[in-house]
């Protein structure tokens, strides 16, 4: 999950940026992904698409905010960050959302979350989905011109605009990558635990932040990478269990 979700920074960072909000987005599919399913009584693939589509939103948000309006992004994405905290509290009305549970209408809710679902957080889904992200996020942005584009823009951001790249573009891009993989994370996590707990997603931020930077240091030469990313996961992963 923390994989994941410092990917979704990494793409960020690609762009010279900084995605403070991931942990707030996470919260926020996770609500919704398991209300989906228990107060709606939806199917998989709409809960899941339902939770990926409101992160994408959240994240244009971020992107609008900082590439049209000017707005630093570490100050736009920590004031998303409560903002979003905030929708995540408003839309589970402070309790957390599972199986069962009794709606301020006093009924049981009426909806159960999928087998299919539940899988997505267990061995060996879970490091399936991480994989197949990391390698398509390293193919993306080592491989096609798109990620070079980000690079470059990273790197200086006036060079890229004077020689012809859609710089806000790729930004865009990038903040709404960030919080869809965001998003993913989320969702795997809410699989994993199978209830939306009150802002479950903010314990993996600083967790993503670090691994992110330790990306920088291990396999990009200074520069954001997917690979790198992995091994700061993993690094943090083997210091928690430590």
């Known amino acids: 999950i923390v994989t994941i979700i410092a990917i979704g920074m990494t793409v960020s960072l690609t762009v010279g940026g900084f995605d403070l909000s991931v942990g ?12 989906m399913f ?9 809960a899941i698409l339902a939770a990926i589509s409101v992160a994408a939103v959240l994240g244009l948000i971020n992107a609008f905010m ?15 960050m409560f903002v979003y905290q905030g929708i995540a509290l408003t839309y589970s009305k402070g309790a957390m959302i599972s199986e069962k549970m009794i709606m301020p209408n006093g009924l049981v809710a009426p909806g159960e979350i999928s087998g299919v679902f539940a899988k997505l957080g267990k061995v060996p889904w879970i ?5 197949v992200i990391v390698i398509l996020v ?4 080592t491989y096609t011109k798109h990620g070079r584009y980000m690079y470059i823009i990273g790197g200086n951001m006036e060079a890229a605009r004077l020689s ?14 960030s919080a869809i993989l965001a998003s993913i994370g989320g969702i795997i996590l809410a699989s994993r635990v199978m209830t939306a707990e009150v802002n479950p997603g903010a314990p993996y931020l600083m967790d993503a932040v670090a691994a992110s930077y330790i990306g920088l240091s291990i396999g990009g030469s200074g520069k954001a990478n997917a690979i790198g990313t992995l091994f700061g996961a993993i690094l943090i992963g083997i210091l928690q269990n430590g």
Do not use: C
Not at 127 to 131: A, R
Not at 138 to 141: A, G, P, S, T, V
Not at 164 to 177: E, K, P, T
């Open 164 to 177: 012809g790249i859609n710089v806000d573009r790729y930004r865009i891009i990038a903040y709404v990558l």
């Open 38 to 46: 228990v107060w709606y009584e939806q199917n998989t693939f709409v």
């Open 127 to 131: 490091i399936i989905i991480m994989f």
């Open 24 to 35: 707030s987005v996470a919260s926020v599919s996770v609500g919704i992904v398991i209300s």
């Open 138 to 141: 390293h193919i993306f942005l």
């Open 66 to 80: 900082i590439v049209k309006v000017k707005i630093p992004d570490m100050l736009m994405t920590l004031a998303t």
